[in-house]
């Protein structure tokens, strides 16, 4: 069989919970490959906000497609899905292979779970090879990377694939496989918003499985970036743009690099980025903003000196007072996220960062998303060294895992509402006492309170009691909760989803976004993911491009 004839399908697992605008760039790195190889490339991404799949309709559509090789992303949150879907696909007689943060971190279970190999870490250098192996074509032994049962049923471990040297030798991402109408509504500015421009992260954060693109930062030369930002303004419209690197200014040659061309050439493009509190310094938010940065998200994740130690965070609670105005001060909006619930915390040193969320609450946006109470991912130290100790030895595969969206019928409002809003609050693989539980509460409800201060007085008020109320009959009666709740419990989501289907706030227009906004004195509009251009002066909440469903 020819190259050409061979027909690829790339799958994104479905998920129970939570669905995204934004397209996989994992995906569509992969697909420019392979594409580039000549091979027939489609996609299937389970969780795109409008048009989200079940396992049985992906197995239908592959059924009817018949592709020689199916690849699958895994991270860890949706590996059980994918792993019932693995065995679901069997009977198609398709290959399975498997890659991704999951797949990297933990190369043995998929081939427990159905898949036929397993790619570990970046996979642009290794699918050609990987698919040839799978259908026979090449030895598997010869493929590095590669993770295979061998011909006596062994695992077999290859040699690893060196990174990715040259990043800028990447074809650009396949975003033409994706379907706009997929992902939102016809202005869902979110879609090719996604750029990476660099891999690897110097850090060790206890929480974080960082190996995934190892600890050598490597990145895109800044004319590659910006000529993509180009092209997909050219292509698709897209103006503002959030550059997922783990932590963008980790060489800031480069960033004022892209930043240069960005404000000679007056693209008038707005975006956003990840970066480390310890990362950044008045001199580089001043250009940052000037080159339409809009929005900066740092991991804060504690006030307490000893935690901050502890999960190697290489910033201080100092350092976090005076960053944080300090990137308001450029108009830039900082979103600040936290992570509560460590193991060796008692409420009193949960006081010490939520007198460091007092402190920064005039100029933050708080994030209270959903690993905000500390989830365990294999390959960090913190599950390595607590696995044991708290019994949660790969919960990913347990059908009682503390990580899930709260259900309406058996969970209270208030988490619901929660939830709604990013936050798994009965997450609970550390066991926490009562005492625990109401601070982790206390700090959730002061994030909230915080991030509304700019709206109506009396609505905020409303919420904020209306969640006390939820909370404290649950714990009197979980029944007499329920039954008074489920009305407005109801209510409540009707209008989300009329909200949900409505269009979102038109996006900056191609003049210099940011200096526009401040000639015509408004502040200039956040395109982030979910947040639909709010103004930077009006803080308010959003999960990334994640959308959480019940
Ligand atoms: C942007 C992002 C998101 C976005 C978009 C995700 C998406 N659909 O693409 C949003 C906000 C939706 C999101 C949500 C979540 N995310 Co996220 N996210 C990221 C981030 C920052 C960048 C992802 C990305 O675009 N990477 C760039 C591409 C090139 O890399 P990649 O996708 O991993 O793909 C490469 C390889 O993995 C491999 N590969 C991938 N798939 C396959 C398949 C095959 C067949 C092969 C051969 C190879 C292969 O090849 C690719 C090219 O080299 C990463 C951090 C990071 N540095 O990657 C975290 C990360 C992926 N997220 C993570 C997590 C935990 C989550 C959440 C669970 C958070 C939460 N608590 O809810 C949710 C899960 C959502 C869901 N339903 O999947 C973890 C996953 C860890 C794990 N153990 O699985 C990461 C790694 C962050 C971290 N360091 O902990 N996320
Ligand atoms: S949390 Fe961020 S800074 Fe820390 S290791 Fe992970 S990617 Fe690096």
Redesign the pocket.
């Known amino acids: 069989m020819s190259v050409q004839a061979v027909k690829i399908l790339l799958v994104?697992p479905p998920?129970r919970t939570?669905s995204?605008r934004?397209c996989?760039?994992?995906?569509l790195?992969?697909a420019a490959v392979l594409e580039k190889a000549g091979y027939q490339v489609h996609l299937l991404d389970a969780?795109a906000a409008n048009h989200r799949l079940t396992t049985e309709e992906i197995v239908q559509i592959a059924t009817a497609m018949r592709p020689d090789v199916i690849?699958?992303?895994l991270?860890?949150?949706?590996v059980r899905e994918a792993y019932r879907l693995a065995s679901a696909l069997r009977p198609c007689g398709a290959k399975l292979?498997?890659?991704?943060?999951?797949a990297?971190?933990l190369p043995d279970e998929p081939l427990q779970n159905g898949f036929d190999a397993v790619?570990v870490g970046?996979?642009?250098l290794?699918?050609v090879e990987?698919i040839e192996a799978a259908l026979g074509r090449r030895p598997m032994a010869s493929v590095p990377g590669l993770v295979y049962r061998g011909q006596d049923g062994c695992i077999q471990r290859n040699a690893p694939r060196p990174p990715v040297a040259d990043l800028d030798s990447l074809p650009a991402p396949a975003r033409h496989l994706v379907k706009p109408a997929d992902f939102g509504p016809p202005d869902n500015a979110d879609l090719h918003a996604?750029i990476?421009t660099s891999r690897g992260c110097p850090g060790r954060c206890a929480y974080?499985?960082?190996a995934?693109?190892g600890k050598q930062f490597r990145f895109r030369s800044a004319d590659s970036v910006v000529d993509e930002m180009i092209a997909i303004y050219r292509d698709y419209g897209t103006r503002h743009f959030y550059f997922?690197d783990?932590a963008m200014t980790m060489d800031r040659p480069r960033t004022e690099r892209i930043c240069r061309r960005l404000i000679d050439e007056q693209l008038g493009f707005t975006w956003n980025m990840m970066t480390r509190i310890d990362a950044v310094d008045e001199e580089l938010l001043a250009l940052v903003a000037r080159a339409g940065c809009v929005q900066i998200d740092y991991g804060i994740e504690s006030g307490n000196p000893d935690t901050l130690k502890r999960i190697h965070k290489p910033h201080t609670a100092e350092m976090v007072r005076r960053v944080v105005p300090l990137t308001r001060r450029y108009n830039i909006r900082p979103v600040g996220f936290f992570i509560l619930g460590f193991p060796w915390e008692d409420p009193h040193a949960t006081d010490a960062t939520l007198q460091l969320m007092r402190d920064l609450s005039p100029y933050i946006v708080f994030h209270p998303?959903?690993?905000a109470i500390l989830?365990p991912?294999?390959?960090t130290e913190i599950y390595d060294r607590y696995k044991d100790e708290y019994g949660f030895a790969r919960w990913w595969t347990s059908d009682d895992r503390t990580y899930d969206a709260p259900q309406m019928d058996t969970h209270p409002f208030y988490q619901t509402f929660m939830y709604r809003m990013g936050v798994v609050l009965d997450a609970d693989f550390f066991h926490y006492t009562r005492d625990r539980k109401a601070k982790i509460y206390e700090v959730f409800r002061f994030m909230y309170a915080s991030n509304w201060r700019h709206r109506n007085y009396f609505l905020r008020t409303a919420a904020l009691l209306t969640l006390d109320l939820s909370r404290k009959l649950d714990a009197v009666s979980p029944r007499l909760e329920h039954a008074l709740f489920k009305i407005p419990l109801k209510l409540w989501q009707t209008i989300g989803r009329l909200r949900a289907t409505e269009p979102r706030e038109s996006r900056p227009t191609l003049q210099p976004a940011v200096e526009t906004a401040r000639t015509a004195n408004r502040p200039p509009v956040c395109g982030m993911s979910g947040c639909g251009g709010i103004p930077l002066s009006a803080p308010e909440i959003y999960v990334?491009?994640?959308e959480v469903h019940n």
């Open positions: 994104y998920s939570q995204h934004g996989p760039m994992g995906m790195m992969l969780n690849g699958m992303t991270v860890t949150p949706l292979l498997a890659g991704g943060p999951h990297t971190l790619v970046e996979g642009e290794t699918i990987a996604h990476f974080c499985a960082g995934l693109f997922v783990d998303a959903i690993a989830i991912f294999p390959g990334a491009d994640t």
